[in-house]
C-alpha cells in the first residue's frame, strides 16, 4: 500500500484482557519496527524485524509482550493479561533498508487504553 | 528508555514568528532527524542530518547537525497555523544497533493565528 496501515485505531480493553494489534508495512520494505509512546513522551522502541526474523526485542517491557512477521510482511504485536501501565500508542514503522539513517515510516498508530 | 532532552517543552507564538528547537544528548549520534506529529497520526519525517556541522533546508525549516554531534536544532521561519503539532528529535547509531532510532520528548508547537 502507500502507507503503513494499522488496526485497530483505537483499542479499549479490560485489565486483564488478551489484545492483537496489526501493522500492515509498504509494500517491499524489509525492515518493520514496533514503537511504543506513551503519552507526553517520545516513541521508545520495541522490536524490529527484518524480513521474517525478529533480530531485536530487546525494547519489549515483559513478556507479556510478543510480536511476530510469520511471512515478512504483516506483523502482529500481542498483549496478554493487559495491565494499566500498557495505555500507550503504538506505533509501526517499516524501512526500505536494514537502518534507520534514512528514518523510518510510521503509521498512524493504534491507541490502547486499558481500563 | 533513554530519550534525548528535547526543549522547550512548549511553545506558544504569534503566525508569523520564528521559532527554535533544540535537542542534546550525552552520547554521539551518527544521523540526527527531525520529525513532526499532528494528534492522531504518526511522525512524519522532516529533515534528516548526516554530518557534523551541516545545515539542512527543507522549505522554511532549517536543521542543523550540532559540531560535537550530540545536539542538532530545528528553526521555523515565519510560522503559520498548520506548523502546529508536536516535533520530535530522534538520533541514530552506526555500528550494531543502527536500525533503531531513540526519540526526544517532543517540543509542542501552538501558532496563534
Known amino acids: 500500500g502507500a502507507g503503513v496501515s494499522q488496526s485497530p485505531r483505537y483499542k479499549v480493553a479490560k485489565r486483564g484482557q488478551d489484545v492483537a494489534l496489526r501493522c500492515d508495512p509498504i509494500s517491499g520494505h524489509v525492515s518493520l519496527f514496533w514503537y511504543q509512546q506513551a503519552l507526553g513522551q517520545g516513541p521508545e522502541f520495541l522490536t524490529y524485524f527484518q524480513n521474517e526474523a525478529q533480530l531485536d526485542k530487546s525494547g519489549l517491557p515483559s513478556d507479556r509482550f510478543f510480536a511476530e512477521r510469520p511471512e515478512g510482511s504483516v506483523s502482529t504485536l500481542k498483549i496478554q493479561r493487559t495491565q494499566q501501565e500498557d495505555s500507550a500508542v503504538y506505533l509501526c514503522a517499516s524501512s526500505l533498508v536494514p537502518s534507520a539513517v534514512y528514518g523510518y515510516t510510521f503509521g498512524s498508530g493504534t491507541r490502547l487504553t486499558v481500563v | 528508555g533513554q530519550q534525548l532532552n528535547q526543549s522547550p517543552q512548549s511553545m506558544f507564538i504569534q503566525e508569523g514568528e520564528d521559532v527554535s528547537m533544540n535537542c542534546t544528548s550525552s552520547s554521539i549520534f551518527n544521523t540526527w532527524l527531525w520529525y513532526k506529529q499532528d494528534p492522531g497520526e504518526g511522525p512524519v519525517l522532516l529533515i534528516a542530518l548526516y554530518k557534523a556541522g551541516e545545515l539542512t533546508s527543507n522549505g522554511r525549516l532549517t536543521a542543523q547537525f550540532g559540531i560535537t554531534r550530540k545536539d542538532s536544532f530545528l528553526n521555523i521561519s515565519a510560522s503559520i497555523p498548520s506548523d502546529v503539532g508536536i516535533y520530535f528529535c530522534?538520533?541514530?547509531?552506526?555500528?550494531?544497533?543502527?536500525?533503531?532510532?531513540?526519540f526526544g520528548k517532543g517540543t509542542l508547537l501552538t501558532v496563534n493565528p
Open positions: 530522534a538520533g541514530q547509531r552506526s555500528g550494531g544497533s543502527n536500525y533503531k532510532l531513540t
